[in-house]
């Protein structure tokens, strides 16, 4: 699907590629590295004649705290805006330690509705250690401050395995209620009312029959049944489901929301709670039947989700304004541009990559390739990064456009299944597609930059706990210059961190680098 808004050719003589492979880090053992264990000739081909150097892209590099691995929204928010960004995670952590948190405004509000009319708060979320849609943590200080003011909960968790160990939910809930319980009164009422794999509850590619079963066990208490969290988790464990996959089980006696009920949703990225929302805020919703309306007196995100569901909730959080990102500063120096990504990363390479906001700038085209229907990207490793080559290739030969920024998305969602020979098979397509690209970059005296966003399939298992290792790393990520001409004079690249990349292509395609941007160009040039 196209939003096509430009009509004029490129610009630039020499029209700039950015290719972001999703989830594509640097590491030098190759023991369940995929990329090192795949036949990859055009990848080495590049790294031997291309300049090269290395990216920062987690923890403070990124606005994030020591230990935390990077992502996909904060990896596009860096690399678009040309800066490092305070992320959602630290900025709630220090809500939370500053007990700030008890004062904000949305907060408050949600507690004194609820309490005027004797209702309860329903708190959904990712139940995750893992720090990248949401934390346990945000989770406790949630609930001891609705807790502390009386108000009944019922918890909706969705259960990680992917941004987190396998099989880590069980004893993450021990661990997590064991210690909660300590602190809340003996008549304090906070219940576990349902839990789900995050495939069910937080599916972001438009597949509704997923989170209509989600959806049915919060809303109306339907489904699957059991008599308690650590049972449905131990059946689960049984039957070989790991915590993504956990089917929507209703616990206990819960029986749906009442009118009047809050919601309050603690997962502070936005790209995976979209669709749940959706279904339980919106009026106007018809992806599947519901037999009724939402009832809430009050809806509250843990931050801004989208401006379409700020019409029915608020937020605790909301974004910093950026201004002057990339794609803005390429459409002001009057080029043109493309974005172009399949379903699973299309937000990224949009809305996170411009900087939050939804709305395309002028002179820019975006192109989204429909992600294959497979319950799982092992079964299909290949995705639709053939389709997004020849998208490339088509718009490129035809010079339509001055910049392109694309991202392949196979090497992060493979490699977040856990399946290392999947795996290979996808770093391996994506070495096709890049030797195809290559060759159109070189037939049109293009300038080819490769980089990533965070790491991932470049270690597949945990050694310690001896199962697959399918969440995100900390190592750095490559960023590969091809095809440069030579009045650009460029001689090498810097090592550097994720927001130098926006400041880069400014200075490839003879842009000013705004004030804004606190990355620094990453070329080595002579006369410099």
């Known amino acids: 699907m196209s939003l096509s808004s430009v009509s004029s050719k490129a610009v630039l003589s020499n029209p700039l590629v950015l290719c972001i492979l999703d989830g594509w880090g640097e590491r030098e053992e190759s023991s369940n590295n995929a990329i090192k264990l795949a036949t990859t000739p055009n990848w080495d081909m590049l790294v031997k004649t291309g300049f090269k150097s290395q990216l920062e892209a987690s923890e403070s590099a990124v606005g994030l705290p020591d230990g935390q691995m990077g992502n996909s929204e904060v990896g596009h928010l860096s690399l678009g805006s040309g800066r490092v960004i305070f992320q959602s995670l630290p900025r709630i952590n220090k809500a939370i330690s500053e007990k700030t948190l008890l004062e904000n405004p949305v907060l408050k509000d949600l507690i004194e509705t609820l309490q005027k009319n004797k209702k309860a708060c329903h708190l959904m979320g990712l139940f995750s250690s893992g720090g990248v849609h949401s934390h346990m943590n945000h989770l406790r200080a949630l609930i001891e401050i609705l807790n502390a003011q009386g108000i009944p909960l019922y918890l909706h968790l969705f259960l990680d395995g992917r941004d987190t160990a396998p099989t880590s939910a069980l004893n993450d809930y021990e661990t997590f209620f064991d210690g909660l319980f300590e602190h809340l009164s003996p008549d304090s009422f906070v219940h576990v009312a349902s839990i789900a794999g995050r495939f069910y509850g937080m599916d972001r590619d438009k597949r509704w029959d997923r989170v209509e079963k989600a959806f049915k066990a919060i809303a109306y ?286 200075d490839l395609i003879g842009l000013s680098i705004p004030d804004k941007m606190t990355g620094h160009s990453l070329l080595i040039a002579k006369g410099r």
């Open 221 to 506: 208490g339907e489904g699957v049944r059991s008599s308690s969290p650590l049972e449905a988790l131990q059946l689960s464990y049984g039957e070989k489901i790991t915590d993504e996959f956990v089917f929507p089980t209703v616990i206990g006696d819960y029986s749906g929301i009442q009118e009047g009920d809050g919601l309050l949703c603690f997962n502070f990225r936005a790209d995976r709670v979209l669709e749940i929302m959706e279904a339980l805020v919106v009026p106007d919703f018809h992806f599947f039947d519901r037999k009724s309306d939402p009832c809430f007196s009050k809806v509250v995100g843990m931050t801004k989700y989208s401006d379409h569901l700020m019409h029915w909730m608020e937020a605790l959080f909301l974004p910093e304004k950026l201004d002057d990102v990339l794609g803005e500063v390429i459409s002001r120096g009057g080029l043109t541009q493309l974005h172009l990504a399949e379903t699973e990363k299309y937000a990224h390479v949009t809305f996170f990559f411009n900087g939050g906001r939804e709305a395309p700038f002028l002179g820019e085209d975006r192109i989204l390739i429909p992600s294959p229907k497979v319950s799982t990207y092992d079964l299909k490793p290949e995705m639709s990064a053939f389709e997004i080559t020849e998208t490339l290739l088509d718009a490129l030969l035809k010079k339509q456009y001055d910049v392109y920024i694309v991202n392949f998305a196979n090497a992060d969602m493979v490699g977040h299944t856990g399946n290392l020979k999947a795996s290979i098979q996808a770093v391996e397509v994506l070495d096709d597609c890049l030797g195809k690209i290559l060759k159109g970059v070189q037939e049109t005296e293009s300038i080819l930059l490769i980089t990533a966003d965070h790491g991932n399939i470049e270690k597949m298992e945990n050694e310690i706990a001896n199962e697959p290792d399918t969440s995100h790393t900390c190592f750095p990520v490559p960023c590969i210059l091809i095809n440069v001409p030579t009045d650009k004079r460029v001689q090498g690249l810097k090592n550097g961190i994720l927001a130098d990349v926006a400041p880069t292509v400014l």
